[in-house]
């Protein structure tokens, strides 16, 4: 399996953008895919996570009701929504794929990594 992000950018903060994962081949309906990022000098945190089958989606609480994650079959994607930014989101952002529950958020719980694709929120 492997995974492809993309979609980061420079941002002036309150803006949006719209980061892309996509899977190598179709995701098992068990498969929980999320966004992580680490911002410089900081440890991994967990951002949000749904899981391909059911659509349950698990979010951190510094972006409830500010970012949105969501699933594209055809293209075998996850997307994550993020509106109204913050310069505190600056960071790299990196999707992760897991058996099992959205629910979980400790970065060794997950067992496929993508490359990160930077945010950069400016004030």
Known sequence: VQLQASGGGLVQAGGSLRLSCVHS???????????????PGS???FVAAINWGDLR????????GRFTISKESAKNAVHLQMNNLKPED????YCARRVGSPRVTRRADYDTWGQGTLV???S
């Open 90 to 93: 600056t960071a790299l952002y």
């Open 43 to 45: 440890e991994y945190e």
């Open 57 to 64: 989606t698990h979010y951190a609480d510094p972006v409830k």
């Open 25 to 39: 081949g179709r995701p098992y309906s068990s498969t929980a895919l999320a966004w992580f990022r680490q911002a």
């Open 120 to 122: 950069t929120v400016s």
